[in-house]
């Protein structure tokens, strides 16, 4: 990246990802259809140039016949054409659950990519750029699996021509064909020579040779289709001394069953059927039991734990009837300890559990796994947010086992790894009826989510963790909670919702008589009030929030408000009061051991001694900071530190270095979604080619973050990036130059403070020469 063209995405990691799970074992047959798409891909290759021009391959066709197979059996065939890497998604747009959005894909994409999970954008047009951008001039399979609409689909699709996009659906996505000139190959049902010759490549060294005219008869009652014909062999190999007209005459009678149950307009659909039926009768009651139960799981794929707590079994046990499960091609084993359906078997799972289990066997099941996720979850905020108080939980089930987490990166790997789950989870608790699960996963959910994780995948959870918490009429979980939503607005700039929320906290807190509540809205309130300049305001609120928190003895809190506050003091100009407070807060935190709270301290106190001209002093505090955030994992503290590390390294005279750690700071923002803190790197960018004496590159850097202020309506930093505009175009066009100090003045009028003052008085005389 070189800052002539401004900050542009990049692959800071060298990453070349490689997503393909592996190819479908014992995969036969569908010759021709790979032969048309081998055609399709070499159609589309220019002799004069050696990149790949098709883009887009929709592979359509019924449940169950095969698409995903053939799509990865071609995929691992054309992967070395794609040196630049493989991406894969399971988009589960026919699962009974929430199927995946462009916007989970999109953050799944970019974080393969080398992409900071906490940098991914939030909006999804906005990630769906930086992924065509990263993706420009890069050759790189993506394959999109289950996909049920061209909306899902979309925004995954890159820019590039050099790239090739798979895309299997039971629908034909004509919108990709028409618009995007997508290729469309239908699949059938096999051939009856190809289904038979799959029933024998599965059932090869377990069975004797089978009859020929028998195994038509098989794949006959399978409807020929794989996903059906694959679990009959699979049967047929587990019982090789049983005649295969028995096992013949079994499926005919689970088939006459499901034929009379049907309407005649799925026949395809009710031959899988009887065949998933056929096969889960002959489970032992142990691993057919924890079959259905899984039906009952919130999310789409399971880890081993969660399992033994849905169905109140040992993890040891529960590993064993997996094994089963996945013997049977009835589950996919996809990661040590992680299991996922196909959606055809999770629908026939859920509908076996409504069928063969009590209405109360199955709210227990699903009271244990919520359980088990909710005190999972407590456990590693213990570790991600040891300073945030906890719910007060109930005892898990006694048949339940939740984690514990010996170390930091063990709980945010958890967090990081179960976070859709979690959020499935409060949707399920919700959907059953369960308010006090629902509102108690939404608030432990919010500190327990690792540092990468979008703050927007919490925010619906949050909207529904309040509404039961009001439901129930617990007015002290609805007050945690809008502080919650309060901290996640802020995070996405919606200052607005931000204020309301913390002022509705901050009302119930009082009507409660909680004074740490209390002390807890004032501190959040101040936090918006100084994200608008409104110092004195700001000011107020903090000083309040500390006399509070000091009087309760919480010494934790009353240290995060001295260190606000002594940010509202650096904000007014006055850095004394600053210092005095800075030190006592970053004391106690380091006494404590809270390392986030300890680093934005050293940030603040690094603006201060820069402003002394301690510059040693500045680049000191800045780096350890920064040390933090990385340690920590957390990409929004590190972007915003680095802001201050550059300004250390500019003051230093390190140009070089001030440019990197700008350059880095931008990439981070733009990658979050955070325009205004990206704005803030590029004026940065701007100051350091003013002292490189490169005044036209400097005005391009402070126009961009001129304009952006002006857009966000951030009065403030507007008038200070006008300044800096003005400043770089003096030499060369003062009357513009004059101009641009006018409008500052304009901007300035409303503030009184003594940084806002002087900045005013020294304008006006700059103006009056």
């Not at 049920?148 to 039971?170: D, E, F, K, N, Y």
Request: hydrophobic share 45%; charged share 25%.
């Amino acid at each position: 990246m070189h800052f002539h063209h401004g900050p542009a995405p990049d692959n800071p990691a060298g990453i070349t990802p490689r997503q393909l799970p592996r190819d479908v074992p014992g995969f036969v047959n569908r010759t021709e259809e790979l032969r048309r798409l081998h055609t399709i891909l070499t159609s589309g290759t220019d002799d004069t140039d050696d990149s790949v021009v098709v883009a887009v391959c929709v592979i359509a066709g019924t449940a169950g016949a095969g698409k995903t197979s053939l799509a990865l059996r071609w995929a691992h065939q054309v992967r070395n054409e794609f040196p630049d890497g493989q991406l894969y998604v399971n988009l589960r747009g026919y699962d009974p659950g929430e199927p995946v959005t462009a916007q989970d894909a999109l953050h799944r994409f970019l974080t393969a990519l080398g992409v900071p999970a906490a940098g991914v954008p939030s909006e999804t047009d906005s990630a769906a750029a930086l992924f065509r951008s990263l993706l420009a001039d890069r050759r790189v399979l993506v394959v999109l699996d289950n996909a049920a609409s061209v909306a899902q689909v979309r925004p995954l699709l890159p820019g590039h021509a050099g790239c090739l996009v798979i895309v299997t659906s039971r629908g034909r996505l004509s919108g990709l064909a028409v618009r995007d000139g997508a290729h469309r190959l239908t699949l059938g049902t096999l051939p009856e020579a190809e289904a038979v010759a799959l029933l024998r490549a599965v059932t090869s060294g377990y069975r004797a040779e089978d009859d020929a005219e028998k195994l038509v008869a098989l794949a006959r009652l399978c409807a020929r289709l794989p996903l059906a014909l694959r679990i009959a062999a699979e049967r047929a190999a587990s019982h090789p001394h049983m005649q295969l007209d028995e096992l013949i005459a079994d499926l005919r009678d689970e088939s006459a069953l499901w034929e009379a149950l049907s309407t005649g307009d799925e026949q395809d659909a009710e031959a899988v059927r009887s065949v998933f039926s056929w096969s889960y009768r002959a489970l032992p009651p142990d691993a057919a039991r924890l079959f259905r139960l899984l039906g009952l799981h919130p999310g789409p794929e399971f880890g081993i734990g969660a399992v033994a707590a849905l169905a109140g079994i040992s993890v040891r046990r529960a590993r064993h009837l997996l094994d089963v499960l996945v013997g049977a091609h009835l589950l996919e084993q996809t990661a040590p300890d992680r299991f996922e359906f196909h959606d055809l078997l999770r629908a026939y799972a859920t509908d076996q559990s409504r069928l063969e289990e009590t209405p109360e066997s199955r709210a227990a099941a699903m009271r244990r796994v919520l359980d088990w996720y909710l005190h999972t979850a407590d456990s590693a905020q213990s570790w991600i947010a040891p300073a945030r108080e906890h719910v007060a939980l109930d005892p898990a089930d006694e048949a339940v086992d939740p984690l514990n987490f010996s170390h930091y990166d063990q709980a945010v790997d958890w967090s990081e790894r179960e976070q859709a789950n979690l959020v499935a989870a409060v949707r399920a608790a919700e959907k059953a009826g369960l308010d006090r699960y629902t509102w108690q996963l939404s608030a432990v959910f919010w500190s327990a989510q690792a540092p990468s994780a979008p703050v927007t995948d919490w925010l619906a959870t949050g909207e529904l963790g309040l509404r039961a918490a009001q439901r129930l009429g617990d007015r002290r979980a609805a007050a945690g909670l809008l502080e919650s939503l309060g901290f996640a607005h802020r995070r996405l700039n919606h200052l607005t919702e931000a204020l309301r929320s913390h002022h509705e906290a901050l009302a119930m807190r009082r009507e409660l008589g909680d004074v740490r509540g209390e002390a807890a809205a004032l501190n959040a309130l101040g936090l918006i009030l100084l994200r608008t300049r409104r110092l004195g305001d700001a000011e107020d609120h903090f000083a309040r929030a500390i006399s509070l928190f000091r009087d309760l003895g919480v010494e934790h809190w009353e240290a995060v408000a001295l260190a606000n506050l002594a940010e509202a003091y650096v904000q007014a100009g006055r850095l004394t009061e600053a210092a005095d407070q800075l030190d006592r807060a970053l004391a106690i935190h380091q006494d404590a051991g809270n390392k986030r709270s300890a680093g934005n301290v050293l940030r603040i106190q690094s603006a201060v001694h820069l402003e002394r001209g301690e510059l040693c002093e500045a680049f000191r505090a800045a780096n350890d900071a920064l040390d933090i955030a990385l340690e920590l994992r957390d990409h929004v503290l590190e972007g915003y530190w680095l802001l201050c590390l550059g300004a250390a390294q500019r003051a230093q005279g390190q140009l070089a270095e001030a440019l990197t750690s700008y350059q880095r700071s931008a990439v981070i923002h733009r990658r979050l979604g955070d325009r205004s803190r990206e704005a803030l790197a590029l004026q940065g960018v701007g100051e350091t080619y003013q002292r490189l004496d490169r005044h036209d590159e400097a005005a391009d850097f402070h126009r961009r973050a001129v304009a952006v202020h002006e857009v966000l309506g951030d009065t403030w930093h507007h008038a200070v990036a006008l300044d800096s505009l003005a400043s770089s175009l003096r030499s060369e066009d003062a009357v513009q130059a004059n101009r641009c100090w006018e409008d500052v003045l304009r901007l300035l009028s409303d503030y009184r403070d003594a940084r806002a003052v002087t900045m005013r008085e020294r304008i006006e005389s700059l103006l009056d020469r």
